[in-house]
Each structure stands twice: as C-alpha cells, then as structure tokens.
C-alpha cells in the first residue's frame, strides 16, 4: 500500500511536470511564429548577398502591432499580414499579400479593422477573423467591404462607392425617418438607426430584411417597400457606415474634402433656381448669386444655409438639412457657377416652379424629408399594408379636403393618431401617425399642410 | 568536502529519516510542517472518511495564490485597460491563457470544495463538542471563499462580468435599511462602473485574501488544538467508564487526587526531542493504530497537492476560460445572471425579493453559525441523529435544486426554459 502510493506520487508529479512542459510548449509555438517563419523565408529568397540573406533569416519572431489611440484600437493583423505594405509581395499568397490601392489609408495609421472588422486583438486566425463567439464584428465580405468607406466619411460621395450615397439617397427620399429616427430626427415607430452600423448585424441580414423584413424578423411592423436587389444593397451599405466611433482629431480631418461637382448636384436637387438666378439666368425671387461667395464670408454663407432667419428674418428661403460637407460642396460650387452651366441645367428641368408655388415645394421637401413618403407614398397615394387598421392600410392622402379641414389635419399632424380598429379586440396595428410636434416646427408643418392642400383631389362623383 | 556537510547541516539540523527521532524532528524543527503532529492515526488518514476535502480546498488557495500575484502582473484595474489585458493575456502573453484558465478552474473548484467539506464536517458529526468554534471559522471561511470569488468575477470586465455582478449587487441592495447603502459602498456608486472595479480589486486581491489566509490559519491551529481530526464514525466505540488514575504522591503516601483517566490522548513527545528511544514514551498497543507523518501522512498530502495540481492543470489547457464580450451598460443580454453559486438566491429573488434575497439567505447563514450550539445530541453516529441529518441534506438538496434551476432552466425574461429547447433572437 504505502509503496503503491509514493508510486502514485511520482507518477503525479511527473504528469505534471509534462503538463507544464505541454503548456509552455502550446504557449511558445503559435501559429503566427510559423507565419513570420514562411515570411522571412520567401523575402530571402531573391537575396543574392549571403550576409543580408543571413540577416534577414534571424530576425527574430515578434508581435507586430498598430496601436491606434485616435481610433480606439489595437491591430496586430500584420503580425501574420506581414507583407500589406510591401509592393514586392503583390503575387505573394495569402497571408503575406500586398494590399494595393490603399491610397492614404496607411495601415500605420489606420490599421485593418476599422475597414476589414475583425479582432483586431487577436493572434490566432479564427479568433483574429472574428467568427468566434462573443466577437460580434467578424470580417466584411469582400461584398460589404467598401460599406466601411462610410464609417469616417459620412458626407459627400465617397469616390468608388456608389453604393453609400445611393443609400443614404434611398433613406432620405423612401421616407425611412417616418418611422426611425436618426441622428436625433425621425419617428418612433422602428428603432433608432443612430448607431445601427455599431450593433454589429450580419451584412447579409440586412440585405434581407430589406428585401421582406418580415423573413428575418418576424412580426415586424416595417413595410415591404419592393426594393431591388441593388437598393436592398444600397442601404445595407448605408446601415453599415452608421456607427458613432469617436474619431481622433487627424481622422476627422482628413475626411474627404468635397468637390464643386458634387455641390452642382445639391444646386440641381435642391430646385436653388426656382427662386435664384445667377446672372439674370432663373428665377428673381432670391437674390443673384453670382458672386456670392465673393461678396460674404464662408461663416456668413454657411450660417445662411443652415438657418436664413437667423441672417434676414423673415427670410422666405427654406432651412435645408444640408450637412456640413454638402455646405461646403455648395459653396464651392458656386465659387465657380456660370450663368451658361444654369442654363443647362434649367434645360434638363421639364418645368419651372411659379414662385407662389415656392412654399408648396418647400412642403413637398419637408414631406419627403421627414419619412412621410414612406407610409404616405411619394403621390400620396398611401396603401401601405397596416393589418387591423380599417381598410387594411395606411390611407391617402389625395381626398382629405372631403372629410377634414386644414385646421384638423394640423392636429393631426402635430398629435399623432392611432388609426381607429378594424376588429377592436384583435391587435392594435403596427403603424401609427406619430406625433410630430417635437420634431418639426410649426412653420414646417404648415408647409406640409399647405402642401397636402395643392394635392387634392375631389373624389370622382358616385353619383 | 566537509563544507558542504557543514552547510547542509546548517540548513537540515535533524536527524537522518531512517530514525525515528528523525522522522519527529521533520516536522517538529520545520516551520512549515510543525502543525502537523508528529504522529497521526492511522484511522484518520482513510480516505472515505475526509476525502481530503480540507486539504484539496488548502491547494487550491495555494494555486489561486500562485497564479493570482501572477495574473496581477498583467492587469490593469480600469474600465478602458482591464478588457483588453485579458484579451492580452488570451492572445500575445507566454503561456497567459493557461495562467488566467487554472485561476479561473481553481476558483470555481475551491467554491465547490469548501462547500463539499462542510457537508462532510456535518455528516460526520465533525462540527459536535470541543470542535464547534472551528465549524463557525470554517463557515466564515466558505462566505470569505464566496467573496472571493464574486469579487474576481468583475475584474475581466466583459459582459459576463458585468451583468452578474449588477444582478449580485442588485440581489444585496433587497436588504431592508442596510441595503442600498451596501450596494453603494461596494460599487463606489449606482451602477458598476469604474468605481466598482477598483473597489472589487481592492478586495480580490488584497482584503479578502489576507482574511483568506488568516482564518485559515486560526482554522488549521483549532483543529490542532481541538484533538485533531474526529474518528471516523465506523470506528466510534460504546464510551466506558474510564478507569481511575492516581496523581501525585507515592505507594504510601496520600495521593494529591483520584480521577478518571482522560480519553484523550496526548504525546510525551518532549523525551523524543531529547533523545530518549521512542519505545519509551510510545506504548505497543498505540503503535498499531498511529504511524508516524513522515511518510504516512506527507505522501497521502503529497498525492492530493499532485492530483489537485494536474486536475487544474489539465482543465487549464484543454478549457478557455470564458470570456464574452466588452462590457457593455446599455445591453443588458436576456437573462443576467449572477455567477452559479448565486443562482440560487437569484431564482429565490425571481419569486420574492425580500423573502428570496434578504431572509432567507440571512436565515441560511445564521443557521450555517449556529448548527454546533443548537444541535445538543452528543452522538456523532449517524442512527442517532437522522433528524439532524435530514435537515442538512434538505438544505443540500434545495440550494442545489435551485441553483441548477436558476443555471440550466432559466431563459430569457426568467422564463422556464429547459436546456435543450434553443430560444434565438433572446437578445433582441
């Protein structure tokens, strides 16, 4: 007995003792040491001096590392990514590719994960790559990749990227905000979008539930807005970009500048000619603007577009949600503006606004603008689909001149309104008028309602 | 040559182990071996009567406390750094997840084990006269363990964390008037933030392992200075009248007093250290019942430390240690959960918070305190005391009943879910 148990002991102990000879010897052979191996091996390959080859051959294993304060991480991708930034590795196999047209996104700067995603942490692949438990942002696809073009450039065009501008179009113009808010501005109805881009969804469950949102998340209250597979993408894309990541100073400033081209395209979308001329070319409601740019200061013109009663009360010109890029791009636009290159564009347009119809279209802007389109349809026409409301969908807008006055519309717009039961015992119906007197003022709801008024239609007689 | 001689001599200063004035002397002239005695019955080294539960809980302390000073090496206590140490202590620290695994499994392993041991102290009747301080000593010690481990569970500070110890904080604030004091004082706040962090550090690493180790010790020397361990219950025997003995005085000579003889042994073992042969002081017929500690004793010890060590080691290898994501305040994942020794009080708190978080584990406690003065039988043997035994395994059965309720059966919302029923979209 007593010698069967220091047998026991010893065996024990030298179990172990392995034990720990196998975990220093699990901890001391990564698979990244075995990468940095097969790196150093294939950049001394072509070295015709034995010395240098030498020396290249002993370097040391090591963790590379970017430690990126201003965008609150770690990367240590180019620890087995040893050739990103090394132009003779084009042909290299992965993972010691170069990564071409980087332009100034440096991975020194940059890193990898604030494109790519992924555990920036991590040194062991499938942890590093993220399609692990608890690491809820794996890689992009190489499909949603340019998505992340959004996270820091958040105005303007992002050149190759015409996915994000066409969602964020899609998102303005289909009325998402009628039902999710957004950056402080949208309704109740869905959730805050604000941060959507941070909450970490797969790409591709985006991409359905816009495609029918009732196939990924049941019971959802949102219409089927028929997208096509390219728009569906489009504001995947879009969702992707929306995060809040705190950038540090050198990010955001090194943000896309915009261009005179891209304000040409906010002149042409924003009607700026219906009451604008430049040089005797448009309408004489709103002042010359050629030359305006010489004539005010940046901080005057800028205060202008956000808020022009702040300048001239009483200003008749509308307050445009333009973001700080398209300002710019604005601007610079009309630096340049010559009355021929407004002479082209009125030809595109099929007709010009009367100025009495200026606050109409002012309406119209704001209808669209604030997520009406989106339930109410761009005609006004409603029927989307709201089970157990009666009639079975949102109503149109074209006959309320028949039923209400201007006045109880107004109220309705600013209280809100439950659409009254189809079946009072079954469920109350996912979509609702929210109240809107906390997100617009009552300038702006006048307008809508003045708006809603141009459009309506006596019901063709039934008898 | 001689030299040599000289310094080992210097250092080990008894006699060769072939001796049996030698094998005394280890663990008579050696500090860290003086607590044992330097002969132990034979009865108490069996297995099935202790199943060394003490010792294992004893081991796994050592290796939380070996590893722990390690891990503190690496960890920074702030919210911004703390995640991300542990993430490096998973992906470019030497041998880090194998460190941060065996604190991990250790920990666990010694809530279970001090829990374990106190049901065999209760079983066995161990708790009963002249052992029932060190009963009260050894519940402080299971609480200090529970601490200890509830206030490490914060430090990785990713959402397991998090979570469990905003519902364990939460459980605590049900106190009536001391409550939300107390919750405010640990979380150095409302909710667990930084101020948490620090504070839960504090104590892991300082405050309760000092008490930790300070119990522990007092715990060792009473069951020293209680008579050592209980006899094992199969080997109790009908008590006799003890017969009388006579002090002081000679043959003719009135004697100073008659009384009975103790049932208690005790050791002359000051002749040992003198020299004298110990035949002389030990008696035949103790000689078959107690051996020496040198080997007997050490080598079962030695087998547990070794068994306990690979056991931690291996699982340390073969298990990550879990870490979830960032924590993160403004998603609360459906359910929070306490960490598992407190999903019981958890499940009690789902049905009542006063009774469920306040009484009743206050009751618990109280109880767990009391047991040695209010149980007055005297009899360790388990026919005479069923109702005592009943009692205890009643409160066994139901904390584990409703801990692994609370750890297997409960979904989102709380809901009765049974585990293999797979709910998606839970934290939606």
Redesign the interface.
């Known amino acids: 007995m007593e010698r069967r148990l220091q047998q026991y002991f010893f065996v024990l102990s030298v179990l172990s003792l392995l034990l720990i000879v196998g975990a220093a010897y699990q901890a001391s052979t990564p698979a990244w040491k075995r990468y940095q191996k097969q790196y150093v091996a294939l950049e001394a390959q072509g070295e015709p001096n034995a010395i240098t080859k030498a020396a290249v051959l002993a370097t040391p294993p090591e963790v590379h590392q970017v430690m990126l304060t201003g965008l609150q991480r770690v990367d240590r991708c180019t620890t087995c990514h040893l050739g990103v930034e090394d132009p003779t590795m084009k042909n290299a196999a992965e993972p010691f590719r170069y990564h071409e047209n980087l332009g100034p996104h440096i991975p020194s700067k940059f890193g990898c994960t604030i494109c790519h995603g992924g555990q920036g942490l991590a040194t062991e692949k499938e942890d590093a790559h993220g399609n692990v438990e608890f690491w809820q942002n794996p890689l992009l696809t190489k499909e949603y990749i340019r998505a992340s073009c959004g996270r820091c450039h958040k105005d303007g065009d992002v050149p190759g990227v015409p996915e994000l501008s066409e969602g964020k179009r899609l998102f303005e113009n289909q009325g998402c905000r009628g039902c999710h808010k957004l950056n402080g501005v949208g309704g109740t109805i869905g959730p805050d979008l604000s941060l959507e881009g941070a909450n970490h969804r797969a790409p591709e469950w985006l991409e359905k539930h816009f495609l029918t949102p009732n196939a990924v998340s049941t019971g959802s209250a949102m219409p089927n807005f028929h997208f096509t597979r390219d728009q569906a993408k489009a504001l995947t894309y879009y969702m992707l970009s929306l995060t809040s990541e705190d950038m540090g100073s050198y990010y955001s400033t090194v943000r896309l500048i915009p261009g005179p081209e891209f304000g040409r395209q906010i002149f042409q979308e924003k009607n700026c000619i219906n009451c604008h001329n430049v040089g005797g070319v448009g309408q004489k409601v709103g002042p010359d603007l050629q030359g305006v740019v010489g004539r005010h200061s940046p901080e005057w013109l800028d205060e202008q577009l956000i808020n022009p009663e702040l300048v001239y009360p009483g200003s008749s010109m509308p307050a445009y949600d333009l973001d700080g890029n398209s300002r710019k791009a604005l601007m610079a636009y009309l630096a340049v503006v010559t009355p021929a290159d407004v002479q082209a564009l009125l030809s595109q347009k099929p007709h010009v606004l009367s100025p009495a119809d200026v606050a109409i279209e002012a309406g119209r802007q704001d209808f669209a603008r604030f997520g009406c389109v989106g339930c109410h349809g761009t005609e006004l026409q409603g029927g989307v689909p709201n089970p157990n409301a009666q009639g079975g969908e949102v109503p149109s807008l074209l006959h309320l001149s028949d039923d209400y006055t201007k006045d109880e519309v107004l109220a309705v717009i600013r209280n809100g309104r439950v659409p009254p039961l189809d079946n009072p015992s079954g469920p109350p119906p996912p979509l609702y008028m929210p109240a809107w007197k906390k997100v617009l003022s009552d300038e702006d709801i006048n307008r809508v309602a003045d708006f809603l008024w141009s459009k309506q239609q006596k019901k063709a007689d039934a008898w | 040559m001689n030299i040599f001689r000289e310094i080992y001599q210097s250092i080990v200063r008894r006699d060769p182990l072939s001796t049996d004035k030698g094998k005394t002397e280890l663990v008579f002239l050696n500090v860290w071996l003086h607590i044992h005695p330097a002969k132990v019955k034979k009865e108490h080294m069996k297995f099935r009567h202790t199943f060394y539960l003490g010792f294992i809980s004893f081991f796994l302390l050592l290796i939380l406390i070996t590893t722990g000073i390690a891990l503190m090496v690496y960890y920074r206590p702030y919210p911004a750094a703390a995640y991300?140490d542990m993430?490096?202590l998973?992906?470019?620290i030497?041998?880090?997840?194998?460190l941060r695994g065996m604190h991990r499994w250790a920990a666990h392993g010694m809530v279970a084990c001090v829990f374990l041991h106190m049901c065999r102290v209760f079983y066995t009747g161990s708790y009963k006269k002249p052992r029932q301080f060190n009963w009260v000593i050894g519940v402080v010690l299971l609480l200090l363990t529970l601490g200890m481990s509830f206030t490490g569970y914060l430090l990785p500070w990713?959402?397991l964390a998090y979570w469990a110890i905003t519902v364990g904080t939460n459980i605590g604030s049900y106190a009536p008037l001391v409550g939300g004091m107390l919750k405010e004082v640990l979380l150095g706040g409302h909710s667990v933030g930084e101020g948490a962090l620090i504070r839960f550090y504090v104590l892991h690493v300082a405050v309760l392992p000092l008490l930790v180790v300070l119990f522990t010790v007092v715990h060792f020397w009473r069951v020293r200075k209680d008579g050592g361990l209980s006899r094992p219950v199969w080997k109790l025997k009908a008590p006799k009248t003890a017969p009388l003995v006579q002090i002081g005085g000679t043959a003719e000579a009135v004697p100073l007093a008659v009384q009975a003889a103790s049932t208690e042994k005790t050791y002359g073992l000051m002749e040992v250290v003198t020299g004298k042969p110990i035949f002389e002081t030990v008696t035949p017929e103790e000689d078959d019942d107690a051996v020496f500690s040198y080997?007997?004793a050490f080598?079962?010890e030695?087998?547990t430390l070794?068994?306990t060590?690979?056991t931690i080691?291996?699982m340390?290898?073969f298990l990550r240690a879990p870490?979830?994501?960032l924590a993160n305040p403004a998603k609360t994942p459906n359910p929070a959960k306490a960490p598992w020794y407190f999903l019981g009080l958890q499940e009690l708190v789902s049905h009542s918070a006063l009774l469920g978080g306040v009484v009743a584990p206050a009751l618990m406690v109280i109880a767990l305190l009391v047991v040695p003065y209010i149980d007055r039988n005297p009899s360790r043997r388990p026919r005479d005391r069923k109702w005592a035994i009943w009692l205890f395994t009643a409160f066994v059965v139901v904390n584990l009943v409703l801990i692994v309720i609370g750890t297997f059966f409960r979904g989102p919302g709380w809901a009765l879910v049974p585990p293999w029923v797979h709910v998606t979209g839970g934290a939606e």
Not at chain 2, 94 to 98: I, K, L, R, V
Request: hydrophobic residues 45%; charged residues 20%; aromatic residues 14%.
């Open positions: 991300q993430k490096d998973q992906f470019v030497y041998m880090g997840p194998f990713d959402q080997p007997y080598v079962r030695g087998i070794m068994a060590v690979t080691m291996s340390a290898i870490l979830e994501e």
